[in-house]
């Protein structure tokens, strides 16, 4: 199905797009795209305030809402690679592109667009929480570490980047590792996972980049790498 946006973007004082009408297609079969959830999100990177307007199809949201969850950690891969979001998350990772590229962003500066992004969705404490998906999130607009790495390395993914999940269970914390060639590495930090450098992108915390570490989290993580294809089945 093809999809159409219509964008309105301005370089100053603010960047703006607005998607004034959007129709994706979604995964799942026999679900109804007539009502959408409309969302606003702002959010400040490279020295600019950004504004970005997306709707979620409620259908795929609630139907997300209704999956069994694992605790597991290490299987929280699937979170990343479920395919039934691919055709919601593929409409908001167009809308961050045309922006970077709008922008003129380079590579390096685009991550850093995408993680502030996700920095932005409002932090609740993750006690009596569960993982969620990457469109939960973007709904319910409020995520623990684990929910925003999650997003971030989908979204990521999702724009043709090598991800990984970082398990750092000594402090209780959850990174992202990115596979890109940074304009600068030599102060950076970054994890080896066979023979790849991820350099580590910080979710959470408002005004991290790629490559700076949060102080506090000096254990080696456990690297969870997201599989092709997949679809919950716990």
């Not at 305030?49 to 597991?72: G, K, M, N, Q, V």
């Not at 045309?98 to 992004?117: H, M, P, Q, Y």
């Amino acid at each position: 199905m093809t999809k159409r946006f219509s964008f309105v973007f301005s370089r100053r004082p603010s960047i703006v797009i607005v998607l004034a009408a959007l129709l994706l297609p979604i995964g799942i079969s026999a679900l109804s795209q007539s009502a959408n959830i409309e969302r606003q999100f702002r959010w400040e990177s490279g020295g600019h305030t950004w504004t970005l307007i997306h709707r979620f199809c409620e259908a795929s949201y609630r139907f997300f809402r209704t999956l069994p969850r694992t605790l597991d950690y290490t299987a929280y891969d699937v979170y990343v690679s479920d395919t039934r979001d691919d055709d919601e998350l593929c409409g908001l990772v167009a809308a961050l592109e045309t922006l970077a590229r709008n922008a003129g962003l380079d590579v390096w500066e685009k991550l850093n667009l995408v993680i502030s992004f996700a920095q932005s969705i409002p932090y609740v404490s993750e006690e009596g929480e569960y993982p969620r998906y990457p469109l939960e999130t973007l709904v319910e607009m409020k995520a623990d570490c684990e929910d925003a790495s999650i997003l971030t390395a989908a979204l990521l993914r999702q724009m043709g980047f090598g991800v990984v999940l970082l398990a750092f269970l000594e402090e209780h914390h959850m990174g992202v590792g990115v596979r890109v060639l940074p304009a600068d590495a030599s102060e950076l930090t970054y994890y080896t996972w066979n023979g790849d450098v991820y350099y580590y992108l910080e979710p959470t915390s408002v005004g991290w980049k790629i490559g700076e570490l949060p102080a506090g989290y000096a254990s080696q993580p456990e690297i969870i790498r997201p599989r092709t294809g997949l679809a919950s089945t716990f």
